[in-house]
């Protein structure tokens, strides 16, 4: 008898809590009497078994058995009982936020005693190990645990097992659910955050065990485990805890460099993150929710979308009477009977009504209500945000240094009972609940853990017990993160596993210490090589082409985004308005490539009437490619993303010239190129707006890089380069069939490289009428459509000005040496074209003669449209640099100050004054047409037909975001008959004034015409009886 008692002396506190650490997480969560009437918290039975654990511990404590002084974490907990007791009697007497009746009282009192039943099962694990080895004995027990938490919970997801959850008061009754196909898993715990949480700690640590253990088949028993714990985590489909599982990752391992090194931390690391991101995101409700959270699923299901709409169904007629026929009106009703559709939160799939209680006692229910926070975020991130860390915060105002108390955050009166407590977050629950003071002592806490972990390290030899302590860190950084988001620390199976692998763990460093008072500071193994190895890879970055290049394009970008969100009203808005209504109408009606259309219906552009709007003018590429962006980058308004188009564009054309020319004139002549071409003022304009000549800039540079590229290699590579070429060469004559200019330069490319023989020849002139090959089927395909052509002969040298004065002076000198070049950037233009050939020989001239022939076949449409000289910016670019070079190169004898100063003055002088004449461009000089515009989309239905009378101009009627007629092109009566519903202006006219006065006849007999809107800047006109409105 006496062994057995000395015996149970000696291991009945180990044996009990190593049930504990067993019993705590796979027990579910049943209750068995109330604490509180009418509270969710219940007891359950292992508040009972931590009871018979705490008096076992005290009477070992009465007998000297356990000795508190050996515990490190005696008096920061002692401090933080304390601040708890001064927050129960700072709310009851001072801040008076709990009323003094019994269930009240009883309710602050029991969640103070919560926490001291989670603090007790750290004095109780702590005080339960004498060795090592029983340390270890733990957390292998662990390691079964968590297996069976995850098969527990695959049952549920996947046989139908039972689940007991407490999310709710009626549940935590015991109620035993089961869960459905989209269910989160809770295995045996209350929900699927403490779920969650917990197997985001185990994960930690076992990934630390991994990389430990040296034994196959232990490594192989750790990686399964560790599977099935990630795929339960998967299946709880928690984003806070899986980032906080990354989190606690990086933790994890950097504790594993003052063992292994940075090197073999990091590789392991982002070997460990990569690998887990890629699971996480190819399977499963978690990866649902990122891509969600992320808008991936808006992107990739836009992409995908564009990719397999079917393309050649032609438009409907848009005007003609189309809906105007009795047929059509008989079935049109007023606006005024179109329902209401109702939005919901991204996380809300069931419009589920509220049921409100009536004066008359009976309950009625009324749709949902969401706040401008749901609809951003999600239902979920909008209840935090507006109310529970609100109410929390209010809760610290009322005491900062002890806060309101226990249980008081979620009331909304004094007096009032709550059923349950959260703030899904943490870090306000304690600063609400105790003030700074409960704060800094509680987080102090565990920041003091990680530092007695760090600080001990190199005491601590066992390599498993190593793995054990760096594991245990990043479980401690992992719940700090998840905190931001869940009251975590208050979950009791989270709070009590957490607790109990505490108390172990720092008892297994006390062991590893033992009587060693003076250690040294933890290093790190490899920090001088890691370091110097980052030191020579980040000079080596700051010495490359990339780093220089990075800086030209940020800068470049930086530079396009200004005023990059303003309406499209700005100069040039009436081309930019017409590109953008194609691309609008493909994004709302699908993209139709063969039927491109866009909002003008009048002739002004092909003299012949367009009902259906068709838009035969280049290929649109380009408004394919805005589509895709579109489709890419979710949120913020068509127009932005439209320019955004361009602006990538241009960069991709920044670093096609940047390549060409530093093949042929090395570094210092390329980026000199790349830096022209960032921040001349009119390309930095040009170059943002919403036309295809950006885009046309782009694909031929891309044209010409590939096919010289291609002939520095042999065989397949060459091969593919070339129908990389030639797909861009294709591209571009698509965009602008100004592009066959280039083929100049092309040519002298490939003859430079295969010579002039027979097989070049043919092997060329088949690569150019393959290029061309898509235009001419386009040309001939628009040829059907001659209303959607625009008159485009004129653009030749409709007005005879070809090289008479005014084309010279149009084009040299406004241009080119103002617009373009600011004056002082001639003298650079000239010494480039004068400078010595290096290694392109005559590509770079063939490319300006190029241009030259190009502003000349097209004389006066280079003069009358300033953007079309958009295509000589490369080459401009190109013979700046040249030219900036060969100064630097005059300056060895003249005085290499003398020219660097003189070089950096014509620069600046260049750029300053050709922004002055540019600045003007982003001006929206009319914005009356923009509010008047909002307002048509506004007030008018989407269908409708609008006239916008702006002399033709569509800058107008795109606004609107209607399709119609930008002039008066017959009379009103018969424009009513081709079906105008609508007529805006922003000129109070004879025309205007009348239909005016006709709309507010005293009469109603005699109206024909309703005013639905007039300010001083502009008046809207409803045309037709609102029954003949489209619907």
């Not at 009982?81 to 602050?108: Q, R, T, W």
């Not at 779920?195 to 034994?215: C, N, P, Q, R, T």
């Not at 890691?530 to 930086?558: C, H």
């Not at 922004?915 to 923009?930: G, L, Q, S, T």
């Amino acid at each position: 008898m006496y062994k057995l008692t000395g015996w149970l002396d000696e291991h009945l506190l180990p044996i009990y809590t190593q049930f504990l650490l067993i019993f705590i997480p796979l027990y579910p969560k049943l209750p068995l009497f109330d604490v509180l009437p009418g509270y969710i918290v219940r007891v359950r039975l292992e508040d009972f078994l931590i009871a018979g654990a705490v008096l076992i511990w005290l009477f070992q404590l009465l007998r000297g058995r356990v000795k508190l002084s050996a515990n490190p974490l005696v008096k920061w907990m002692a401090v933080y009982l304390l601040a708890g007791i001064m927050s129960v009697i700072s709310a009851l007497f001072i801040a008076k936020s709990v009323p003094l009746e019994n269930i009240h009282i009883a309710k602050v009192l029991f969640h103070f005693g919560r926490r001291i039943e989670y603090f007790s099962l750290f004095f109780i694990f702590f005080s339960s190990v004498k060795s090592m080895r029983e340390v270890l004995r733990y957390f292998y027990i662990l390691a079964a645990v968590v297996l069976a938490v995850a098969l527990y919970g695959f049952g549920q997801k996947y046989l139908y097992w039972p689940a007991f959850s407490t999310m709710n008061r009626e549940f935590a009754k015991g109620w035993m659910l089961y869960l459905t196909e989209h269910a989160r898993v809770l295995s045996t715990f209350g929900g699927h955050y403490d779920l969650a949480a917990f197997v985001m700690m185990a994960l930690i640590l076992l990934w630390s065990l991994f990389f430990s253990v040296k034994k196959l088949f232990f490594k192989v028993a750790v990686f399964l485990i560790l599977s099935a714990a990630f795929w339960t985590l998967i299946l709880t489909a928690s984003r806070t805890s899986f980032l906080a599982y990354l989190a606690g990752l990086f933790l994890m391992f950097a504790f594993w460099s003052f063992r292994k090194g940075i090197t073999w931390s990091l590789k392991r690391y982002m070997a460990v993150t990569v690998l887990s991101i890629v699971v996480m995101l190819s399977f499963g409700d978690l990866s649902e929710r990122f891509t969600k959270f992320l808008k991936l699923d808006q992107r990739l299901s836009g992409i995908k979308s564009l990719l397999m709409l079917p393309i050649g169904k032609p438009p409907s007629d848009k005007a003609y009477f189309l809906e105007n026929r009795e047929s059509v009106l008989n079935r049109i009703t007023s606006k005024s009977d179109q329902p209401p559709s109702l939005g919901r939160p991204s996380d809300v799939t069931e419009d589920i009504p509220i049921s409100v209680k009536g004066k008359d006692g009976r309950y009625t229910q009324v749709p949902r209500t969401y706040s401008k926070t749901a609809f951003v975020y999600d239902l979920s991130t909008a209840i935090r945000i507006d109310a529970l860390w609100p109410r929390a915060i209010a809760g610290f105002k009322k005491n900062l240094l002890f806060g309101s108390g226990y249980s008081t955050l979620n009331k909304i009166q004094i007096n009032e009972f709550t059923e349950a407590e959260s703030t899904d977050n943490d870090y306000l629950r304690a600063l609400g609940e105790t003030g700074l003071f409960g704060f800094i002592t509680f987080y102090g806490m565990l920041l003091f853990m990680l530092y007695y972990v760090w600080r001990h390290l190199v005491v601590i030899r066992e390599p498993l017990f190593f793995a054990v302590s760096a594991g245990f860190v990043g479980l401690i950084f992992g719940l700090m993160v998840n905190a931001v988001y869940i009251d975590v620390f208050e979950s009791s199976k989270v709070a009590q596993s957490f607790w109990a692998l505490s108390g172990l763990v720092l008892a297994g460093v006390s062991l590893a210490k033992g009587k060693n008072r003076h250690l040294p500071w933890p290093s790190i193994p490899d920090t001088r090589i890691f370091f110097s190895g980052i030191k020579i890879r980040f000079f080596s970055f700051l010495r490359s082409d990339f780093f220089y290049l990075s800086l030209i394009v940020f800068l470049a970008f930086s530079l396009r985004v200004y005023k990059i969100g303003e309406p499209l009203a700005d100069w040039h808005s009436w081309r930019q308005a017409d590109t953008s209504a194609v691309t609008r109408n493909f994004v709302k009606n699908g993209v139709n490539l063969l039927f491109p259309v866009y909002d003008d219906l009048s002739n002004i552009a092909s003299g012949r009437d367009n009902p259906k709007g068709y838009r035969f003018v280049e290929f649109p590429l380009y408004n394919f490619a805005a589509v895709a962006i579109d489709r890419l980058v979710v949120g913020y308004h068509l127009e932005l993303k439209e320019r955004l188009t361009s602006v990538f564009a241009s960069l991709a054309a920044l670093i096609f010239i940047f390549l060409t020319v530093r093949k042929y004139n090395g570094r210092r002549i390329a980026y000199f190129s790349a830096f022209f071409f960032a921040v001349l003022p009119y390309n930095v304009f040009f170059s943002r707006t919403v036309l295809p000549e950006p885009f046309l800039v782009f694909t031929s540079t891309a044209m010409l890089y590939f096919l010289d590229k291609a002939f520095e290699f042999r065989s397949f590579k060459r091969i593919l380069l070339l129908a990389i070429s030639l797909l861009f060469a294709a591209a571009a004559v698509l965009v602008k069939p100004f592009a066959v200019f280039l083929f100049l330069p092309l040519t002298y490319l490939w003859f430079k490289n295969l010579k002039i023989k027979w097989s070049s020849i043919v092997l060329f002139l088949l690569f150019l009428a393959i290029a061309i090959s898509p235009y001419l089927a386009w040309r001939v395909w628009s040829s059907n459509f001659p209303e959607g052509i625009p008159a485009n002969s004129w653009l030749l040298n409709g007005d005879g000005i070809r090289f008479k004065g005014a084309f010279f002076q149009w084009l040299f000198a406004e241009r080119l040496g103002k617009l373009i070049l600011g004056f002082y950037g001639l003298p650079l233009l000239i010494l480039g074209i004068l400078a010595k050939r290096s290694g392109e020989g005559f590509f770079y001239y063939l490319w300006g003669l190029a241009i030259l022939l190009y502003v000349t076949v097209f004389a006066t449409g280079n003069v009358r449209h300033d953007y079309y000289q958009i295509l000589t910016v490369p080459i401009i670019a190109i013979f700046l640099a040249k030219g900036s070079d060969y100064l630097l190169q005059l300056g060895r004898q003249t005085g290499r100050l003398k020219a660097a100063g003189l070089l950096s003055v014509l620069i600046l002088f260049m750029l300053m004054f050709s922004w002055y004449h540019i600045r003007d461009f982003y001006n929206i000089n009319h914005p009356e047409i923009v509010e008047a515009g909002r307002k048509v989309d506004t007030l008018t239905p989407p269908n409708s037909l609008v006239i916008a009378p702006y002399n033709g101009d569509t800058a107008f009627l795109y606004q609107t975001h209607r399709a119609g007629w930008p002039v008066m092109q017959k009379t009103l009566p018969e424009m009513i008959k081709m079906g105008a519903h609508y007529y805006v202006s922003v000129n109070y006219d004879q025309l205007t004034n009348e239909l005016i006065q006709d709309a507010l006849q005293k009469d109603e007999s005699k109206r024909n015409y309703k005013l639905v809107a007039r300010t001083d800047k502009y008046a809207i006109i409803q045309l037709v009886a609102d029954n003949k409105l489209p619907k």
